[in-house]
């Protein structure tokens, strides 16, 4: 079992930056390949990024490739997301992941694990 808590959702404005945390607990962390899915109104889940296990690979979708960026800290317990140049078509709920895999999933199907979300608004 693995516990997923996400934070550092918020309201910014367009061309802004925040930095989603996601804290794990439960099993060994450095077990699970991680992902950030996010959900717009009336729309379906996406994906967004994925890193392995060890941070060595990492996976972006096209819409946010060169503005945001995936990590891990395995001594923590923690995936961030770094989102800059923020635009408005960003603002969803913002959900992590964990796949106990050497991949990195970029299917929601490829992950057993999820969080229950934080909101990130971006105003034009």
């Known amino acids: 079992q693995v516990q997923l808590v996400e934070s550092g959702g918020g309201l910014v404005q367009a061309g802004g930056s925040l930095r989603l945390s996601c804290a794990a607990s439960?099993?060994?962390?450095?077990?699970?390949?991680m992902g950030w899915f996010r959900q717009a109104p009336g729309k379906e889940r996406e994906f967004v990024a994925a890193?392995?296990?060890?941070?060595?690979?990492?996976s972006y979708a096209d819409s946010v490739k060169g503005r945001f960026t995936i990590s891990r800290d395995n001594a923590k317990n923690t995936v961030y997301l770094q989102m800059n140049s923020l635009k408005p078509e960003d603002t969803a709920v913002y959900y992590c992941?964990?796949?106990?895999?050497?991949?990195?999933?970029?299917?929601?199907?490829?992950?057993?694990?999820w969080g229950q979300g934080t909101q990130v608004t971006v105003s034009s």
């Open positions: 992941a964990a796949a106990l895999t050497i991949v990195v999933p970029t299917t929601e199907d490829g992950y057993y694990y």
């Open positions: 439960g099993r060994t962390f450095s077990w699970y390949a």
């Open positions: 890193i392995s296990r060890n941070g060595g690979s990492t």
